[in-house]
């Protein structure tokens, strides 16, 4: 008996090392694959700056202070995209199953929730779906850049110094600056944001929920999706979608010109094909699991 307890233990143990060595294995061969994949693409370390330096609006050659607002905002956008790009997985996923588990409803509600779909009731699944994957998707690079340095004079302005809030984003809370050009009938307030990661989350959650911006989410819509290995927005047309910005200013098509020129006369575009660079320590690890478990399933 005991020997036979033995033999079965030794044997659990050789499984759990063998899956062990396989998870490794996969979590290298994944990393090493992502990190070859499209060797034209510039990597990019996160750092999660959270203020604007104080003396950027000191600054006096033009290109100095353009590339440092690039330099520090790029890598908080790219973390945006990858976490909207790990949520519409989630939907990706889900939308491929015949039956939904109780998890999965849950998951739908919870997401429907957050992106404040309230016009759909949760028992129709598949029109939640359909309208989350409207509004769960990445925004190009160059769109985000282009509007952060047209809204704060890349950098300059009071509002993202004080505030970082590089956007001009607006509330009607009390929590707020008073900007000087607002009139005696206005009551809105410029928000205030703890740090800029925070602002570009927020700035992306209004472009993909707000109804000004439901133009621009159609439009995206309707192009060609993103690769699904890269985690990016480079396959968006950032200029296009521009048109869909007319309600972010009351100077409407005439703003949304202005950021498409802004876009083209910096070159905006090339940063849609920058990426985070990821060690293969957990998310690695992470990585290798799932492709395991897929492989399993097929």
Request: hydrophobic share 40%; charged share 30%.
């Given at each position: 008996?005991?020997?036979?307890?033995?033999?079965?233990?030794?044997?659990?143990?050789?499984?759990?090392?063998?899956?062990?060595?396989?998870?490794?294995?996969?979590?290298?061969?994944?990393?090493?694959?992502?990190?070859?994949?499209?060797?034209?693409?510039?990597?990019?370390?996160?750092?999660?700056?959270?203020?604007?330096?104080?003396?950027?609006?000191?600054?006096?050659?033009?290109?100095?202070?353009?590339?440092?607002?690039?330099?520090?905002?790029?890598?908080?956008?790219?973390?945006?995209?990858?976490?909207?790009?790990?949520?519409?997985?989630?939907?990706?996923?889900?939308?491929?199953?015949?039956?939904?588990?109780?998890?999965?409803?849950?998951?739908?509600?919870?997401?429907?929730?957050?992106?404040?779909?309230?016009?759909?009731?949760?028992?129709?699944?598949?029109?939640?779906?359909?309208?989350?994957?409207?509004?769960?998707?990445?925004?190009?690079?160059?769109?985000?850049?282009?509007?952060?340095?047209?809204?704060?004079?890349?950098?300059?302005?009071?509002?993202?110094?004080?505030?970082?809030?590089?956007?001009?984003?607006?509330?009607?809370?009390?929590?707020?600056?008073?900007?000087f050009y607002r009139g005696t009938d206005r009551v809105f307030k410029i928000s205030l944001f703890d740090d800029l990661q925070s602002c570009v989350n927020f700035y992306m959650f209004t472009i993909n929920t707000h109804p000004a911006y439901?133009?621009?989410?159609?439009?995206?819509?309707?192009?060609?999706?993103?690769?699904?290995?890269?985690?990016?927005?480079?396959?968006?047309?950032?200029?296009?979608?521009?048109?869909?910005?007319?309600?972010?200013?009351?100077?409407?098509?005439?703003?949304?010109?202005?950021?498409?020129?802004?876009?083209?006369?910096?070159?905006?575009?090339?940063?849609?094909?920058?990426?985070?660079?990821?060690?293969?320590?957990?998310?690695?690890?992470?990585?290798?699991?799932?492709?395991?478990?897929?492989?399993?399933?097929?």
């Amino acid at each position: 008996m005991l020997r036979y307890i033995r033999e079965h233990l030794r044997v659990r143990t050789l499984f759990y090392v063998l899956i062990v060595v396989a998870v490794l294995t996969a979590s290298f061969i994944f990393h090493r694959e992502r990190a070859s994949y499209n060797s034209d693409w510039h990597t990019v370390k996160y750092t999660n700056t959270k203020s604007l330096p104080d003396d950027i609006v000191n600054i006096k050659d033009t290109k100095e202070r353009k590339d440092l607002f690039i330099r520090l905002l790029l890598p908080l956008i790219l973390k945006a995209n990858e976490d909207i790009k790990r949520q519409r997985d989630t939907i990706e996923r889900i939308q491929k199953k015949n039956k939904l588990s109780k998890k999965d409803k849950r998951t739908l509600e919870s997401l429907a929730t957050q992106y404040r779909i309230d016009n759909i009731t949760a028992k129709d699944s598949m029109a939640v779906i359909s309208e989350l994957l409207l509004r769960i998707d990445v925004i190009p690079v160059s769109l985000v850049l282009a509007q952060a340095a047209k809204e704060s004079g890349w950098g300059s302005s009071r509002f993202a110094r004080q505030g970082n809030n590089i956007f001009g984003l607006r509330t009607l809370s009390n929590n707020g600056i008073v900007p000087f050009y607002r009139g005696t009938d206005r009551v809105f307030k410029i928000s205030l944001f703890d740090d800029l990661q925070s602002c570009v989350n927020f700035y992306m959650f209004t472009i993909n929920t707000h109804p000004a911006y439901e133009e621009l989410r159609y439009i995206r819509s309707a192009m060609a999706r993103p690769s699904v290995c890269t985690l990016q927005a480079h396959s968006y047309d950032s200029i296009a979608l521009a048109q869909g910005l007319n309600r972010f200013s009351e100077r409407g098509s005439v703003y949304a010109k202005e950021i498409q020129d802004l876009i083209k006369h910096n070159r905006l575009e090339r940063y849609d094909r920058c990426k985070l660079t990821h060690r293969m320590g957990i998310w690695g690890f992470k990585q290798g699991l799932k492709w395991l478990k897929d492989l399993f399933r097929g």
